[in-house]
């Protein structure tokens, strides 16, 4: 079973156990998520399932699968798959949400080795949290205390990448990587459910313009972490949630790795080596 311990200097709670430090690294040969393989022996078109290497107990962990195709990725998929993946990501939502153990539904996805995904076929995961992590708490308690939202507000437009419907993708105006990218609806949306589903339509459209661009970029499929942040599931109402998706790339430059360093980790500042202006001129030239 996981533990949570929280340390006693600073409160940071970590889920510890054990059994993690066995899971397998597959690659391509012997990859379990292609049709066929281990996780799925049926052919599908995106499938959800419990991860067999739970970071959490009692089945509120999900393994997320994208698309099929080992070589796939948002970029290369095709908006019609897409769309499937982010109806996934909408129905793991809605149902592991509802579970009276779960209080926040986290999804999110490791991209690549360089960003820590033991496998590399397209996938995601979802987390059912018992409560409201500190980074989503912590962005609730300031829009909260400062009386208004941050992204209905919306960013500079220096900063504005790419627009979809009613979507707008930026690089945030202090990213802590230098090539970073915030998507969120223009209007106050809580979840994906909420957005309807001519927003994830929209959303999905949205992923396969900016993420083959960050491709585009370095020439290669670039690793990144995603996740998404929408409102709790624990019943409240929580009228300053506004959905959004935060992806960062884990890379400076193609093949080269930027590493969180002792000093940021020390400090809580972190710097990034590239205006946030720069990138996103990068960005809409690809």
């Not at 708490?137 to 941050?150: H, Y």
Request: proline share 10%; hydrophobic share 40%; net charge negative.
């Amino acid at each position: 079973m996981a533990e949570l311990r929280t340390d006693p200097l600073t409160g940071l709670t970590v889920a510890v156990d054990g059994r993690r430090q066995a899971r397998p690294r597959a690659r391509s040969a012997d990859c379990p998520f292609c049709p066929g393989g281990l996780e799925a022996p049926e052919e599908y078109r995106v499938r959800r399932f419990p991860n067999r290497w739970p970071a959490l107990d009692g089945g509120r962990c999900e393994v997320l699968l994208y698309a099929p195709e080992h070589g796939a990725s948002w970029a290369t998929m095709g908006l019609q798959q897409a769309e499937h993946a982010v109806e996934l990501w909408s129905e793991c939502t809605e149902e592991l949400g509802a579970r009276p153990d779960v209080g926040y539904v986290l999804l999110f996805e490791n991209r690549g080795a360089d960003a820590g995904a033991t496998v590399d076929h397209p996938h995601g995961q979802a987390f059912g949290l018992p409560g409201v992590p500190p980074a989503p708490a912590t962005q609730l308690e300031r829009s909260r205390a400062l009386g208004r939202c941050a992204l209905c507000e919306g960013p500079a437009k220096e900063l504005v990448v790419a627009e979809e419907g009613g979507w707008r993708a930026w690089v945030p105006e202090a990213p802590l990587f230098p090539y970073a990218l915030r998507l969120a609806p223009r209007v106050h949306l809580p979840d994906l459910p909420g957005a309807g589903a001519a927003g994830r339509r929209e959303l999905a459209a949205l992923l396969t313009r900016v993420l083959g661009g960050v491709d585009a970029l370095f020439g290669r499929p670039a690793p990144y972490l995603l996740w998404v942040h929408q409102r709790p599931a624990d019943g409240g109402e929580w009228p300053w949630a506004h959905l959004y998706l935060e992806i960062n790339v884990v890379w400076r430059a193609p093949g080269t790795p930027r590493y969180i360093a002792a000093g940021e980790l020390g400090s809580g500042m972190y710097f990034t080596p590239l205006e946030p202006e720069r990138a996103a001129e990068t960005l809409r030239g690809v």
